[in-house]
């Protein structure tokens, strides 16, 4: 059972444009949200993470918007650039549960054109 | 400050073979966490080690293990290898393993079965 579900799978955006991440949840006793960014040959880095209690968070041109009575939570990024192509995870943990606790959406590729 | 290192980059098996992979967290974390990471699956979490023991493990056969050693680096392994353990497995390490601690990655190891 995929407890976080990430659309879409692959995403082309044209430089300048929005790009537009969404992820879905069921468990309710989620109460953290982080992006993880991966670049090919890296690992993941944290970019950004948000908690319940707020419904839109922005650092930059990044912004989490969360919808908790729909259990979903999106990542937009702003005038996108070429160095934003990446692939990009959205993942959930339980309050007080740790980074073994982390669940991890399947990612999306993003590829930016010039 | 160093990252998070694993070794080797990668490494190729065959079926029924041990394999052996190694991390060395940011110097001052004692949590190493392992996962698998393979193709369009996302992030699996493996093993949760800290303090130079096992605190948490993943939805993972026995055959997959490891180890911290007093250092703090980390060493897992996957014995009986078969094909689907073909991934890229990472390490990440913390200050500890607390609700609130950064993770950080590193580049990971690509394992390939044959």
């Known amino acids: 059972q995929q407890q976080v579900k990430q659309s879409p799978q692959s995403l082309i955006v044209q430089k300048g444009g929005i790009s537009i991440i969404n992820c879905a949840y069921e468990?309710?006793?989620?109460?953290?949200f982080p992006w993880y960014q991966q670049f090919p040959g890296k690992g993941p880095a944290l970019l950004i993470a948000?908690?319940?209690?707020?419904s839109e968070k922005k650092e930059g041109r990044f912004t989490i918007s969360f919808n908790k009575s729909a259990k979903q939570f999106s990542l937009h990024i702003m005038d996108s650039q070429p160095g934003d192509s990446a692939t990009y995870f959205c993942?959930?943990?339980?309050?007080?549960?740790?980074?073994?606790?982390?669940?991890f959406g399947k990612g999306t590729h993003l590829i930016i054109q010039p | 400050e160093a990252g998070v290192t694993q070794s080797p980059t990668h490494l190729i098996k065959t079926r029924g073979q041990q394999a052996t992979l190694r991390c060395s967290p940011i110097?001052?974390?004692?949590?190493v966490y392992w996962y698998q990471q393979a193709l369009g699956l996302g992030l699996q979490f493996l093993l949760w080690?800290?303090?130079?023991?096992?605190?948490n493990r993943g939805n993972f056969p026995p055959r997959f293990s490891g180890r911290q050693f007093p250092n703090y680096s980390s060493e897992l392994n996957v014995n009986a290898l078969e094909l689907e353990d073909s991934a890229l497995y990472l390490c990440?390490?913390?200050?500890?393993?607390?609700?609130?601690?950064?993770?950080?990655f590193g580049s990971g190891t690509q394992l390939s079965v044959l």
């Open positions: 990440a390490s913390s200050r500890r393993g607390s609700a609130n601690e950064k993770l950080f």
């Open positions: 468990n309710t006793a989620f109460d953290y």
């Open positions: 948000i908690r319940p209690d707020v």
């Open positions: 993942a959930a943990r339980e309050s007080g549960g740790g980074a073994d606790g982390l669940t």
């Open positions: 110097s001052g974390h004692t949590s």
């Open positions: 080690y800290d303090e130079g023991e096992e605190r």
